[in-house]
């Protein structure tokens, strides 16, 4: 069995996707310390269709909140699994937690796994700055390990298919969304205002809710049962 083989093997049975993306031509997009390696490989896992659904109710928040860190634990689990596997085939390895923003203010994670998956084909960039995939919208969380071990794939971007849905734009509690496709040269400011989102979970936090939202997860038509 080929390394390869061992990493999708893993993928497979852990994960809800899996993609793989060359990433050297993206080194602009990573904080320093994340630079160097040629690879990627990025792992969903979908977040129960009923926690969704449900997320509009003093129990559901609880339940999203649960849920969301549940499945971010897993999938650092995985990208950790991933990580020593490689190392211990000789290659240069390092897992990108699921959930982290850099304590400068800015409110940036240390990479952005949506634009990774993008790369590897399984979705696109919604309005809602999410990545959106055609069979479970954007209902999964995503983790990443980068490599410079060659696992030889062309990067297949998605095109975005939001079109003239405004759904999550409306939605937005916080008014964070500008109603703007994504384009890789624009900044994020151009697309979502992170600030209001963040004042709004202010606010969530003062009245002892959750730190979440969800809203422009439950509402995109993509990845709903009915879809």
């Given at each position: 069995m080929t390394l390869k083989d061992k990493i999708d093997n893993i993928c497979i049975n852990m994960t809800t996707l899996h993609g793989y993306a060359s990433i050297e031509d993206y080194q602009d997009y990573m904080i320093d310390e994340l630079k160097g390696y040629s690879h990627?490989?990025?792992?969903?896992?979908?977040?129960?269709?009923?926690?969704?659904?449900?997320?509009?109710?003093?129990?559901?928040?609880?339940?999203?909140q649960d849920s969301y860190n549940r499945i971010n634990n897993k999938l650092n689990q995985i990208t950790s699994e991933l990580e020593n596997l490689i190392k211990n085939e000789g290659y240069s390895?390092?897992?990108?937690?699921?959930?982290?923003?850099?304590?400068?203010?800015?409110?940036?994670?240390?990479?952005?796994?949506?634009?990774?998956?993008?790369?590897?084909?399984?979705?696109?960039?919604?309005?809602?700055?999410?990545?959106?995939?055609?069979?479970?919208?954007?209902?999964?969380?995503?983790?990443?390990l980068l490599t410079d071990y060659d696992l030889k794939t062309e990067n297949n971007p998605v095109k975005s298919q939001c079109n003239n849905c405004r759904l999550c734009v409306e939605k937005c509690p916080s008014h964070a969304l500008n109603d703007v496709e994504f384009r890789p040269e624009d900044p994020r400011s151009v697309r979502y205002d992170a600030y209001?989102?963040?004042?709004?979970?202010?606010?969530?936090?003062?009245?002892?809710?959750?730190?979440?939202?969800?809203?422009?997860?439950?509402?995109?038509?993509?990845?709903?049962?009915?879809?």
């Open positions: 990627a490989i990025v792992v969903g896992i979908k977040i129960p269709d009923n926690i969704i659904d449900n997320l509009e109710s003093p129990q559901g928040e609880l339940d999203y390895a390092k897992s990108v937690n699921a959930s982290y923003i850099i304590p400068d203010g800015k409110l940036y994670g240390e990479l952005s796994h949506k634009m990774i998956a993008n790369l590897a084909g399984l979705g696109w960039i919604g309005k809602s700055c999410l990545l959106i995939t055609p069979e479970y919208g954007p209902r999964l969380r995503w983790a990443t209001k989102c963040s004042e709004y979970f202010d606010k969530l936090e003062k009245m002892n809710r959750p730190r979440l939202c969800g809203l422009c997860v439950k509402v995109c038509p993509w990845g709903k049962k009915s879809n």
